[in-house]
C-alpha cells in the first residue's frame, strides 16, 4: 500500500502526518507500508518512520550516480538517506517532464542498483482508451521499461498500473477495467520473464479512496494501491492501509 505525497508537505506537516499515521497502522502487519513525499521531506519521514514497519520511498531519481548534473538525485543518494522504494516513470513525469519508456528503464535498473525497490508506473490516457489501444499502449510500456532487464531485475520491481484518465479526476476505473489492465500487464510480463511474472506485484492507481479499496483488492491480479490525493491525510490512507 503505497501513498504518493506529489508536491505536498513540508518537513514540519510530515512530522505531524507520521504522528497521527502510525498508531493507526501499528497493526498493520498484512500489507507493506511506503510513504513517497517530495526530496526535502524524505530524511524526515525515515526518521518519523524509524522502529515501525513503514517504508519510504522518493518519487524520482536519475541514472547518474553523481556527477555535474544539476537539480538531480541518484538512487545511491537516496539509499543512503534510508529510503527502500522510488517511483519511476510516473504519469506526471512523462507528461510534464518529458520521460519516456527508454529514461523509464533506465532509471528503474539505477533504482534497482543502488538496492531500491523501483515502482514502474504505466497506464494509457483517455483518448487510448476511448480508441481501444490500452491494450498495447500497456504491452509498449512494460516492454519498454521492463523488456531489457534480467529475470533477477525484473523479480524485485513493483508495476504500478495508473489509468492517467483516472489520476487525481475522481474517476476511479472500475474494480474489472482495473482487473483486466492489471491481467494485461501480468501477460506480457509473463511472455518476457515466464513464470516469475506470478510473483510480482501489480498495484493500482487513480483515484483510490476508503470506499473503493476493497473492491478493488478483491480483483485476482490487483496486490495494492498506489494512493495520490487520499494518502495526504493520515485518517484515510490509515483506512486504505486496513481496508
Ligand atoms: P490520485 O490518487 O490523487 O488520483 O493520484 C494517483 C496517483 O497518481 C498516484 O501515484
Not at 498508531?23 to 521531506?41: E, K, M, N, Q, W
Not at 475522481?170 to 501477460?187: D, L, Y
Amino acid at each position: 500500500m503505497a501513498g504518493n505525497w506529489k508536491m505536498y508537505k513540508t518537513p514540519a506537516e510530515t512530522n505531524a502526518y507520521f504522528e497521527a499515521f502510525v498508531p493507526l497502522t501499528r497493526d498493520s502487519g498484512h500489507a507493506d507500508i511506503v510513504i513517497c513525499p517530495p526530496f526535502p521531506a524524505l530524511a524526515t519521514a525515515v526518521a518519523a518512520a524509524e522502529g515501525t514497519a513503514i517504508q519510504v520511498g522518493a518519487q524520482n531519481l536519475y541514472w547518474g550516480r553523481e556527477g555535474a548534473f544539476t537539480g538531480e538525485v541518484s538512487g545511491p543518494m537516496l539509499k543512503a538517506a534510508g529510503c527502500s522504494h522510488v517511483i519511476v516513470g510516473h504519469s506526471e513525469r512523462r507528461q510534464f517532464f518529458g520521460e519516456g519508456d527508454a529514461e523509464v528503464a533506465r532509471k528503474a535498473v539505477a533504482a534497482l542498483d543502488a538496492g531500491l525497490t523501483p515502482i514502474v508506473c504505466v497506464g494509457e490516457k483517455l483518448d487510448d482508451r476511448e480508441a481501444g489501444r490500452t491494450e498495447s499502449v500497456l504491452m509498449t510500456q512494460i516492454a519498454g521499461a521492463l523488456g531489457a532487464m534480467s529475470a533477477a531485475q525484473f523479480a524485485a520491481l513493483v508495476v504500478a498500473y495508473e489509468p492517467v484518465w483516472a489520476i487525481g479526476t475522481g474517476r476511479t476505473a472500475t474494480p474489472q477495467m482495473a482487473a483486466e489492465a492489471h491481467a494485461i500487464i501480468r501477460r506480457e510480463c509473463q511472455r518476457l520473464f515466464g513464470d516469475e511474472a506470478a510473483r510480482l506485484r501489480i498495484l493500482y492507481g487513480g483515484s483510490v479512496k476508503p470506499e473503493n479499496t476493497p473492491a478493488l483488492m478483491a480483483q485476482q491480479d490487483i496486490d495494492g494501491v498506489l494512493v495520490g490525493g487520499a494518502s495526504l491525510d493520515p485518517q484515510s490512507f490509515a483506512a486504505i492501509v486496513n481496508y
